[in-house]
Every structure is written in C-alpha cells, then in structure tokens.
C-alpha cells in the first residue's frame, strides 16, 4: 500500500453561507481517502483539510471545513476519479463480477458498493426508437415473466416491463409516443395492447411456422416476402425472413437483461 501525506494550500476561499473570503484558520482535520492503484498497489492519501473562521457578522456559519472539488466530494472516503473508475466497472459488469474485477485491480470494493455506485450513475436519455420489438421471457419459468423492449434496427435493449399482460405494455407505448411499427411474436395479448395504444402503428407478427409474417395496422395486409410490405417495414420484414424465429434478436438480448435483472435482485423482487 502506498500513502500520500498531502495537505491543501494556505489560500482565502469563501464562505459557503456568505461567499465572505476567508484565510483564517480555525483548527485542522485528517481525512484518509483512497485514490487511484499505482503500479497494483493501494493508494491511500492522509489529506490535511483546514476548518476556517467566517469573518462576516451575523454569518450563521462561524466555522466551515474546506472542500476540494474536482478532487474528492463531500463525506466521501474516495477520490472522485477512483469512484469514477468503480462507477465505470459496475456499469460493464454489475455487482459481483464488478468486484471480482476490481479486487484484481487493486480496488478492493463489495458487490454493495459497485451497486450502490452505480445506482448513482445518471441515466441516460431514453429515446424512443420508430421500430420497436416486443417479446416476453421467464425470470422465473412459470411463476414471474417480463417483457423486453428493443429497438428493432439496432438491437439496443430500450425497456423491460414487469409482466407480461397487455395493460403495461399498453401503458408504456401510451407514456411513450413515437413508434411506428411494432415487431412482436403472435401473442394475442400484445397485438391488443398495441392495438388499443396505437392504432396506427404497424405491428409485424410472426407465426412461429416457416417464416410466415404478418403484418397488419394502417396498412392491413398479410405478406410472405419481405418485398410485399411498406417500404418503412421492408428491412424488418428481410430479418424476420431470413430467420426462422422473428423475434430471435429480441431473444439474443434477453439472455443479458435476465443477468442483469438477477444481479440486481432488490428491483427484481419488486415485481409481482
Ligand atoms: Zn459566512
């Protein structure tokens, strides 16, 4: 283990309540935070922070301890970048294989804490993509099923319901307007909640036998060849084709979203 003696330059910062600027040092504190490995070894930094006084009358803050942005956040015992590299580990890996890693990196963290870092992470903008794909799969086979949302020309995982009946997925396309067409398998159940939410969408469904296809909407008509479709549904109706389940993409992902959701047990168990 490495450890860095550091303390923080005698400069006036200003007070956090008035913004009066201040040198005046009250008392000091030690902080031991953990930084970035070097050369596989733990790095721990023994930081000196200064307790300063506010000069200001009637400031209701007498004393304040300084901060370091940039550096290290506020009752954080790592460095911003250490948790930002644990934050980008969990986001790969999720919770234990996250530790695992890190531990090899020597980040020593708990599967916990890559949770809990992650948790923290922003989410990104959901953007609703024109053609979607619509399949359910078994968390738990016979007892709790969900349904995935993907984006059907990308393949990038958008959403996955709790459940698998036609009110959430209706609920969802409703809360998210947008799409266009809806590939799906020949669930009943689907093809209602689509109907209901939009009714001008195309949904494109597969039979299960032969490739045969089906679309209807706006646009009803049944088609056999990727040729006899709409122009906007032609590059769906050319992957369905050429395989002999249509929402095998979907399928392909579900695999991954299942390992996520089970390395993520306490939003998991939420579900009914
Ligand atoms: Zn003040």
């Known amino acids: 283990m490495v450890v860095v003696t550091a303390r923080t330059r005698d400069v006036a910062i200003p007070c956090p309540d008035c913004g009066t600027v201040t040198a005046k040092v009250h008392g000091y504190h030690q902080r031991m935070v953990k930084d970035v490995p070097v050369d596989d070894r733990q790095v721990v930094v023994r930081l000196r922070v200064r307790r300063l006084v506010c000069p200001a009358l009637g400031c209701r803050r007498q004393t304040f301890r300084e901060q370091i942005p940039g550096l290290l956040q506020r009752h954080q015992r790592r460095t911003v970048r250490l948790v930002r590299q644990i934050s980008h580990v969990a986001q790969e890996l999720c919770g234990r294989a996250a530790a695992r890693l890190a531990g090899l990196l020597a980040v020593p963290v708990s599967r916990s804490t890559a949770l809990r870092r992650l948790r923290c992470l922003p989410l990104p903008r959901l953007e609703i993509p024109r053609v979607i794909g619509v399949d359910d799969f ?44 809806v590939c799906r398998d020949g669930s009943a159940t689907y093809a209602e909640a689509v109907r209901r939410a939009l009714p001008d969408a195309v949904q ?57 959701v089970c390395s993520t047990a306490p939003a998991a168990s939420a579900w009914p």
Request: contains cysteine.
């Open 138 to 181: 078994a968390l738990r086979r016979r007892q709790r099923y969900a349904t995935i949302i993907i984006d059907a020309e990308t393949g990038r995982r958008v959403e996955v319901l709790p459940g698998r009946d036609a009110a959430t997925l209706e609920s969802w396309l409703r809360e998210h307007p947008g799409v266009e067409v």
């Open 204 to 260: 494109v469904s597969d039979d299960g036998t032969c490739g045969a296809i089906s679309v209807t909407g706006s646009c009803s008509r049944s088609a056999r060849t990727p040729d006899a479709g709409p122009p906007s549904t032609r590059p769906v109706l050319a992957a369905f084709t050429s395989r002999p389940r249509a929402n095998a993409g979907t399928r392909s992902t579900i695999s991954s979203v299942k390992a996520s």
